[in-house]
């Protein structure tokens, strides 16, 4: 087995950004790199398999939550970084069902902070002076800004949902873990990623989609919510340098300085589309004409956007693509994609979650 100052342990691999983390750690870095994942459905190892053969891959499949699965991983392949995606991560979803966001975003990174602790404790004086737990949240923890100003590093936790409340919680047990036991953490909060391999019940990925096979867009409440967009590959670049560079116990926002309302995002994919895509030859008029307004989430937060001017000046970071670039980008990849978003939508067919029965 490698030595642990060669390993990286990330949870949650499967998933949307961990699956684009790993694709980007086996191209450009020598790390060996340790997938651990529940494969819940949005986990897929679809998304992985340009890297599935590599031999600095492992996939160990493994819940968060269960003490033995995450004690034997740790001994089994003793990493000196952990970088812990693992997350329920819709806001629709929790609204219908919190109590799965509570076991796994909260319970399952108190378990995985503990089994960590232990592990660490255990290390000689300089694998722990190295080591590095890195935790991946989400903006969504500060809630809802005006029509002025940013969320930064020092800004109030206020979440409006069970998704963010329950992220918010992990970050304090994080914080916690560091304050108390000494852990060597870093933290992130993101903005809205988008790119190729999301899972089609996020906002962009089900637009393309469902334009594509002649389905309604829809929009929720009168489209307004502003969203800072973040492509994949630049967060999964800030995430490589926040590990190799960040500094133990602090917060880094990583945002993509990209700000539209959600009826541009779903008016700006209907332009792509009739571009590279045209309607006229699936049966359709224009891609437009299938948008429609419905009932707003409950909760929905009105305004996003991260000031990442820290990570910019500390760490020599800032985003790559545009929202244009990205966007193209990513619409090319979901068109070139058949037999992937066939398989993804088996999982999720377009259809309206986080509608509270009164």
């Not at 809802?144 to 970050?171: H, R, V």
Request: glycine share 6%; aromatic share 10%.
């Amino acid at each position: 087995m490698n030595s642990a100052k060669q390993t990286i342990l990330i949870t949650g691999g499967a998933g949307f950004i961990g699956s684009a983390l790993i694709r980007y750690l086996i191209e450009n870095s020598e790390l060996m790199v340790i997938n651990f994942d529940a494969l819940t459905y949005a986990g897929n190892l679809e998304s992985l398999k340009s890297v599935s053969t590599h031999n600095r891959y492992h996939f160990v499949q493994g819940n968060i939550c269960s003490s033995a699965e995450v004690r034997d991983v740790l001994s089994r392949f003793r990493p000196q970084y952990v970088m812990h995606l693992a997350a329920e991560s819709h806001v629709d979803r929790s609204i219908d069902g919190p109590a799965e966001f509570i076991q796994t975003n909260i319970v399952g990174t108190y378990n995985l902070l503990e089994q960590v602790r232990h592990y660490w404790c255990e290390l000689n004086s300089n694998d722990k002076s190295t080591f590095r737990f890195h935790h991946i949240s989400t903006d969504e923890v500060f809630g809802s800004l005006e029509e002025e100003g940013l969320f930064t590093e020092d800004s109030q936790y206020k979440p409006s949902s069970p998704y963010s409340a329950s992220k918010a919680s992990s970050d304090h047990l994080v914080r916690a873990w560091h304050a108390t036991y000494n852990i060597p953490i870093l933290i992130t909060n993101c903005s809205n990623n988008y790119g190729p391999y999301q899972y089609p019940e996020k906002l962009i990925p089900l637009t393309i989609l469902n334009a594509l096979s002649g389905q309604t867009l829809p929009v929720y409440g009168d489209g307004a919510q502003i969203r800072d967009w973040l492509y994949v590959v630049d967060h999964v670049k800030a995430l490589y340098t926040v590990l190799i560079s960040g500094v133990v116990g602090e917060t880094y926002n990583i945002g993509g300085n990209n700000e539209y309302r959600n009826i541009q995002v779903v008016e700006m994919i209907c332009e792509v589309l009739e571009e590279l895509a045209p309607s006229n030859k699936n049966g359709i008029d224009r891609y437009c004409d299938l948008i429609r307004f419905v009932e707003d989430r409950p909760g929905h937060d009105q305004r996003y956007a991260i000031d990442s001017s820290k990570i910019q000046r500390e760490l020599g970071w800032k985003p790559e693509e545009t929202f244009e670039s990205g966007l193209r980008e990513t619409v090319l990849w979901y068109l070139d994609s058949d037999e992937w978003c066939t398989s993804a939508r088996k999982k999720h067919d377009g259809s309206r979650m986080g509608v509270v029965v009164k």
